[in-house]
């Protein structure tokens, strides 16, 4: 089992930042895949943006520019750096882990952590 703990949500206002933490612990074999998701009040939940253990970065397109994601893989831990929010980026953020062996696939969920931003 793997268990992520997010930290670093809040109140900002728009044009603001804030840097998400996330960090794993557990049975830490086999990391492939840390990201983060979000889930926004009658939305379902979406991709935010995400990073291999190789350091290949994906983001979604209305991040890009603004979203930093990064990770340490000796602490299992992945941020999320964001700058110039938008009211529109309100919701719970969630950090999500994907773990591969040779005989299964595991994909694990913080508890979420809410961001919201005032206009």
């Known amino acids: 089992q793997v268990h992520l703990v997010e930290s670093g949500g809040g109140l900002v206002q728009a044009g603001g930042s804030l840097r998400l933490s996330c960090a794993a612990s557990?049975?830490?074999?086999?990391?492939?895949?840390m990201g983060w998701y979000r889930q926004a009040p009658g939305k379902q939940r979406e991709l935010v943006a995400d990073?291999?253990?190789?350091?290949?970065?994906t983001y979604a397109d209305s991040v890009k520019g603004r979203f930093t994601i990064s990770r340490d893989n000796a602490k299992n831990a992945v941020y999320l750096q964001m700058s110039s929010l938008k009211p529109e980026d309100t919701g719970v953020y969630y950090c999500?882990?994907?773990?591969?062996?040779?005989?299964?696939?595991?994909?694990?969920w913080g508890q979420g952590t809410q961001v919201t931003v005032s206009s």
């Open positions: 990073i291999t253990g190789g350091g290949r970065t």
């Open positions: 999500n882990l994907l773990q591969r062996s040779l005989y299964t696939t595991n994909n694990y």
């Open positions: 557990g049975s830490l074999f086999g990391i492939d895949t």
